[in-house]
T-cell receptor
Framework: GAGVSQSPSNKVTEKGKDVELRCDPISGHTALYWYRQSLGQGLEFLIYFQGNSAPDKSGLPSDRFSAERTGGSVSTLTIQRTQQEDSAVYLC???????????FGEGSWLTVV | ELKVEQNPLFLSMQEGKNYTIYCNYSTTSDRLYWYRQDPGKSLESLFVLLSNGAVKQEGRLMASLDTKARLSTLHITAAVHDLSATYFCAVPLGNTDKLIFGTGTRLQVFP
């Protein structure tokens, strides 16, 4: 597609369950980012992938959070044993190696009940 | 620790008026990003400012960057209702691609 695609767009899960959020970056974009947006914390960096380099995981809030990027394209953010404070919008973004603009997807709205 | 502060946090302005949103950041950076977010929507890239003195304009919006003062401004000229949204600035942390976002400025333009 033309933009960054994320799924699901909305997810309601029970506390303690695991969730997977998917991101399909713009074709040809080597850099991929995950951010989280919540009312209390604003926009927070989570993790960054660039090509074949080791990802920058410094923003992941706990070891319940992990992300992988397969084949340099699609990425999955996994949250294990979800907690209510994980409720937020999870935004994926991508950037072409030669460019500066970072394009964001529509986000996955996660609600933990 | 890099801190990015925006002011004002809320801005209610009349159509046709001019106003400026300010973005201050605490450590050296030669890049700054401006984004727009409509309610329930994602972030739309407005400007990427890449050097000291950079100025970019799109329609009624003009952004500038002063890296020495660690300040960027987003100037709104003759505001229209369609500009109502939340505006974020973001600065990369050091030489990384990790963007640190400001708190956002919620702009409401009324007739």
């Amino acid at each position: 597609g033309a933009g960054v695609s994320q799924s699901p767009s909305n997810k309601v899960t029970e506390k303690g369950k695991d969730v997977e959020l998917r991101c399909d970056p713009i074709s040809g974009h080597t850099a991929l980012y995950w951010y989280r947006q919540s009312l209390g914390q604003g926009l927070e960096f989570l993790i960054y992938f660039q090509g074949n380099s080791a990802p920058d995981k410094s923003g992941l809030p706990s070891d319940r959070f992990s992300a992988e990027r397969t084949g340099g394209s699609v990425s999955t953010l996994t949250i294990q044993r979800t907690q209510q404070e994980d409720s937020a919008v999870y935004l994926c973004a991508s950037r072409i190696a030669s460019g500066n603009t970072i394009y964001f997807g529509e986000g996955s709205w996660l609600t933990v009940v | 620790e890099l801190k990015v502060e925006q002011n004002p946090l809320f801005l209610s302005m009349q159509e046709g008026k001019n106003y400026t949103i300010y973005c201050n950041y605490s450590t050296t950076s030669d890049r700054l990003y401006w984004y727009r977010q409509d309610p329930g929507k994602s972030l739309e890239s407005l400007f990427v400012l890449l050097s000291n003195g950079a100025v970019k304009q799109e329609g009624r919006l003009m952004a500038s960057l002063d890296t020495k003062a660690r300040l960027s401004t987003l100037h709104i000229t003759a505001a229209v209702h369609d500009l109502s949204a939340t505006y974020f600035c973001a600065v990369p942390l050091g030489n990384t691609d990790k963007l640190i976002f400001g708190t956002g400025t919620r702009l409401q333009v009324f007739p």
